[in-house]
């Protein structure tokens, strides 16, 4: 048994921005957790919703989720 990572197909929601990285595009899911983890870490992470017109629908959410191959 092993694990394979792909992009989440969500629609993206918020763009957000590491230090030192491009800007990245993240689903709710996913910028609750990232929130999550720049808090622990004593970060601020500013997460920027996007405009009701974003229409660009070949975006995604830029974040990797597991897939449990059997």
């Given at each position: ?19 030192g ?11 609750v957790?990232l929130?999550a ?8 992470l ?7 017109r ?12 597991r897939?449990?191959?059997e």
């Amino acid at each position: 048994m092993s694990d394979e990572y792909v992009l989440c197909e969500e629609l993206p929601i918020f763009r957000y921005t590491w230090p030192g990285q491009n800007e990245q595009y993240a689903c709710l899911e996913h910028a609750v957790k990232l929130a999550a983890i720049a808090d622990a870490m004593g970060f601020h992470l500013q997460m920027i919703p996007l405009d009701s017109r974003f229409d660009d629908n070949d975006r995604k959410c830029d974040q990797k989720v597991r897939v449990k191959n059997e």
